[in-house]
């Protein structure tokens, strides 16, 4: 099982992204899907995470500015940057927290390779 980011880049202040992850490999069910990003010499944080009912939980700085989302087949989850902001720029990682089969009592968390989000002030 693999997660592929795309859809980050440059953007200027005030621009959008939309950022895409999506899976490959079958898996039995996905928990919850997330985002999360991490600045050069920050720590990592959360940005946003949904569930397959469609709850969703946003860190504060994202709250009004970012919408997370997934697809129909809960294979893949998608960020929409809006009002991008300087302090917005990092590398930005999907997470799935995966069931992969049926009578498998854990959930295993599977990171994407990362996807770099550059907003220059």
């Known amino acids: 099982v693999r997660l592929v980011e795309s859809g980050g880049g440059f953007a200027p202040a005030g621009g959008s992204l939309r950022l895409s992850c999506v899976r490959s490999?079958?898996?039995?069910?996905?928990?919850?899907m997330g985002w999360y990003r991490q600045g050069v010499g920050k720590e990592r944080e959360m940005v946003a995470t949904i569930t397959p009912r469609g709850d969703t939980q946003y860190a504060e700085f994202a709250k009004g500015r970012f919408t997370i989302s997934m697809d129909n087949d809960k294979t893949a989850s998608y960020l929409q940057l809006n009002q991008l902001k300087p302090e917005d720029t990092a590398t930005y990682s999907c997470?799935?927290?995966?069931?992969?089969?049926?009578?498998?009592?854990?959930?295993?968390?599977?990171w994407g390779q990362g996807t770099p989000v550059y907003v220059p002030s």
């Open positions: 490999g079958s898996v039995f069910s996905v928990k919850r």
């Open positions: 997470k799935q927290e995966i069931q992969y089969y049926k009578f498998s009592t854990v959930y295993v968390d599977v």
